[in-house]
């Protein structure tokens, strides 16, 4: 089974960027689906971005769209997240996950994914 792995995390001044990175150890099969969320103390797990790797299709949650950006290289094999304008509201830890998916409308959906990451921590600061 695919194994993911969460990198690029830090911390940051409000403004700022930071590019995340998701990545495949194992093949993706059909796991067309990858999403990124994100989970802060005493919040429950929020959908970030995802993205269907087959179409190159993606999605975003209104809170990051304009600012964050999903990308795919390596056949799917690594999936980015750019993060420009960062904000306090941002701070969180971030997670990957990689799931069987038709349509990019599925990515919002936690039940979607099969396989997760571990997580990298972002931290912006005001």
């Known amino acids: 089974q695919v194994q993911l792995v969460e990198s690029g995390g830090g911390s940051v001044q409000a403004g700022g960027s930071l590019r995340l990175s998701c990545t495949a150890s194992?093949?993706?099969?059909?796991?067309?689906?990858v999403g990124w969320f994100r989970q802060s103390p005493g919040k429950e797990r929020e959908w970030v971005a995802g993205?269907?790797?087959?179409?190159?299709?993606?999605k975003y949650a209104d809170p990051v769209k304009g600012r964050f950006t999903i990308s795919q290289e390596n056949g799917g094999s690594t999936v980015n997240l750019q993060m420009d304008r960062l904000e306090s509201e941002d701070t969180a830890m971030y997670f990957c996950?990689?799931?069987?998916?038709?349509?990019?409308?599925?990515?919002?959906?936690?039940?979607?994914?099969?396989?997760w990451g571990q997580g990298t921590h972002v931290s912006v600061s005001s």
């Open positions: 996950a990689a799931g069987w998916c038709i349509t990019v409308d599925q990515a919002p959906y936690a039940r979607t994914y099969k396989s």
């Open positions: 993205m269907n790797i087959v179409t190159d299709a993606s």
């Open positions: 194992g093949p993706l099969h059909n796991r067309r689906c």
